[in-house]
């Protein structure tokens, strides 16, 4: 049986759930969280662990608050999983997780969520993040404050629930948007798209330099950008995500890790 929505409007912070059931979002439907807090995360639980649990057609699944969160309880399960996130203005941003080499555990689950900032990402930064310092220096607007470098938006892939061995994803995709009076990578952001890579904050050690995606993989279709990774390990699963400006020398670079 399949869940064909409309507008979902969840005002208060929830669980809610659907199990061995198809979602599918079509003709402009929309799912709507909110009110998620970090004591009280609201939650849209998918329990089917199947790649196409989530399809549509037109419509996204709105988060935007780091606690507006879509659990999938993946479990040992591979597929291109696609939670399909947009923003208030209908603007479509998908964040797909390649899992099909290196599965996890069965019994785990990944909680997705993005959003917005200002162009100050310090001011507005997850839960487990604690700087935006620059690996390569100088840093924009400062040196120990690389905000300017960065998209403005945050993502997390929080896979801490239930996997003993986490996944190791092929690839990660991020979306952002670009060209429009929206962008998230405009003035006063000094940044350059063509340089774009995606980093992972390690909460274990407080920084982001430690590890590297794939260097300046940066597509812009549309008003949308997109940034992949490349494969991930297990242990570089950290919770937080955001787009660096790549700095640093492409000869330099090897995927997912300093050279």
């Given at each position: 049986m399949k869940n064909i929505f409309k507008t979902i409007l969840l005002l208060l912070p929830a669980c809610l759930t659907f199990g061995q059931?198809?979602?599918?979002l079509e003709n402009g439907a929309s799912i709507i969280l909110s009110n998620g807090t970090s004591t009280k995360p609201t939650y849209l639980v998918i329990a089917d662990s199947n790649a196409n649990a989530?399809?549509?057609?037109?419509?996204?699944i709105y988060s935007e608050n780091?606690?507006?969160?879509?659990?999938w309880n993946i479990g040992g399960n591979t597929g291109n999983y696609v939670v399909p996130f947009g923003d208030s203005n209908s603007l479509y941003l998908p964040l797909t997780v390649e899992i099909n080499s290196t599965p996890g555990s069965s019994g785990g689950s990944m909680k997705f969520s993005t959003y917005h900032t200002s162009?100050?990402?310090?001011s507005n930064e997850p839960s487990d993040v604690t700087n935006m310092t620059p690996f390569i220096l100088p840093g924009s607007p400062s040196n120990t404050d690389n905000s300017y470098n960065v998209a403005d938006r945050f993502y997390t892939i929080d896979a801490n629930t239930g996997y003993t061995t986490k996944p190791a994803?092929?690839?990660?995709?991020?979306?952002?948007i670009s060209g429009t009076s929206l962008s998230e990578v405009a003035s006063p952001n000094t940044l350059t798209q063509s340089r774009m890579m995606a980093q992972r904050f390690n909460s274990a050690t407080d920084t982001w330099?430690?590890?590297f995606g794939y260097g300046c993989t940066d597509i812009v279709?549309?008003?949308i950008g997109k940034v992949s990774t490349g494969p991930v390990t297990a242990s570089n699963m950290y919770r937080s995500w955001s787009l660096w400006d790549n700095t640093m020398s492409l000869p330099l670079m090897v995927s997912g890790v300093n050279a």
């Open positions: 059931q198809q979602m599918v989530i399809t549509r057609d037109s419509g996204y780091e606690y507006n969160m879509l659990q162009a100050l990402n310090s994803p092929d690839n990660i995709t991020f979306s952002y330099s430690d590890w279709s549309g008003n």
